[in-house]
């Protein structure tokens, strides 16, 4: 069993409740104060889990500037993009010869423009690491639309 506690203002009930599925139990003495009991995974989840692989995918991290919550963000792996485009973009960008740039490897990612903290569900604009002039103009807190 793993008690955890947390302070969650999307929490505004009183009560308790038992997630079969997770097999977890969520108590809430007071709004926004939440005891979270995990119950051991049954053993049938346990044999299941340790046939299963999961896939990892790139993600950015960042810290939420409303609440502070530590949020990880899957980055955008454009479509077809093939070789010949990947030289051209690595010497546009980078400045390398066709021969240093064809010896490059790894992916494209791109970075959403903007990002939703999970917790206190804030969109915020992201900053573009390559612009000339970083600036923290682009807070600009909104509610999402979720
Ligand atoms: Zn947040």
Known sequence: ???TIKFDRRDIWVGAFWDREKRTLYVCPLPMLVFILRAEP??????RAERTEVELHA???WDCPECGIENFTRM??????DR???I????EKY?????????????????????????CCMTFATTDPDAPEPGGDNY???RSDK
């Open 95 to 119: 400045g390398l010869s066709h021969d240093e740039a064809a010896a490059q490897e790894g992916e494209w990612m791109m970075q959403p423009d903007r990002v939703t903290c999970a917790a």
């Open 140 to 142: 600009e807190p909104h």
């Open 59 to 61: 993600a950015s991290r």
């Open 88 to 91: 051209s973009l690595l010497r």
């Open 1 to 3: 069993m793993k008690l």
């Open 84 to 86: 010949e485009e990947t």
């Open 42 to 47: 049954a053993a049938d989840a346990k044999r």
């Open 76 to 81: 955008i792996r454009p479509e077809s993009i």
